[in-house]
């Protein structure tokens, strides 16, 4: 079985770019590099990874290609780039040739104006992507998922996916407002979802297996299991446990699987959507 982590990052820590790390995240404030994931996922026996941005501007796009140019199990770049830029078609055109990266991504979840994807701009933008085949990340909280349904139905046909399974509040056990808005979202097939980064969603010190399973159930009955992957958001997911925590997670939820179900879960569909070689 052919297994790939399809989120994760890498980044040479920056204290006033990387401002997000805060001092409550101290244990992510240094260098994260392909040297220092490779003997994790060697270990846990996962065959390539995608890096996704975690700076928005396009120095970081050509960071992560080079990367991934350099070491082979990086199989694919989620990069940045101004979709609400006049100029976003022939930008879009420069990154033709770079044969490793995949799609892109905007921190959605970080901008004040919380329907900022259905800026005239911004969809302006995404219909560029569409056009070149390009992959859109979908970084939200579960505020936004009302705009996030608005913005999915917009571009049916074009490949979708939600980061983070939309960033539930796990850790006080909130879950009506964001179920009800991630089925909607998942009514549209080519919308897809990352199992990822939820321990950073939970109590970082005492989570506990049984406080992901009402989310784990919500999810694989709303997308199936042609429709999500594995993703362990690392380096962040060392800030409440690490990535073998995180693994032990999704594997004990995703061992009742039928076998074509953990194949498609843990590698075919970051394969199919990210259009792996």
């Not at 490779?38 to 050509?62: F, M, R």
């Not at 004040?112 to 990340?137: C, E, V």
Request: charge should be negative; glycine fraction near 6%.
């Amino acid at each position: 079985m052919n297994k790939i982590d399809s989120h994760q990052h890498f980044w040479k820590f920056d204290p006033v770019r990387d401002s997000w790390i805060g001092d409550t995240m101290s244990v992510i404030q240094r260098d994260f590099m392909p040297a220092d994931l490779k003997p994790i996922l060697d270990k846990h026996g996962i065959d390539g990874c995608i890096a996704v941005q975690a700076d928005q501007s396009e120095a970081e796009t050509d960071f992560l290609h080079g990367l991934a140019l350099e070491n082979d199990f990086i199989k694919g770049v989620v990069g940045w780039i101004d979709l609400r830029a006049a100029d976003i078609g022939k930008n879009i055109e420069k990154y033709l040739s770079y044969t490793r990266l995949k799609g892109f991504r905007h921190v959605l979840q970080g901008e004040a104006d919380r329907a900022l994807m259905l800026n005239p701009q911004f969809m302006s933008g995404m219909r560029m992507l569409k056009r070149h085949d390009f992959t859109y990340d979908i970084l939200v909280f579960p505020d936004q998922l009302g705009y996030t349904y608005q913005f999915v139905k917009t571009f049916d046909g074009h490949r979708l996916v939600i980061d983070h399974i939309a960033k539930p509040d796990i850790k006080n056990h909130n879950i009506e407002k964001w179920e009800k808005g991630i089925r909607a979202v998942a009514q549209y097939e080519n919308v897809y979802c990352k199992v990822s980064g939820m321990v950073t969603e939970a109590d970082w010190y005492n989570w506990v297996l049984d406080d992901f399973k009402p989310y784990l159930d919500v999810i694989f009955e709303a997308f199936g299991a042609q429709r999500l992957m594995f993703g362990s958001d690392w380096p962040v997911c060392n800030v409440a446990g690490g990535y073998q925590q995180m693994l032990s997670i999704v594997k004990n939820y995703t061992s009742k699987l039928s076998v074509d179900e953990q194949a498609a879960f843990w590698g075919l569909n970051a394969t199919r959507f990210y259009k792996l070689d």
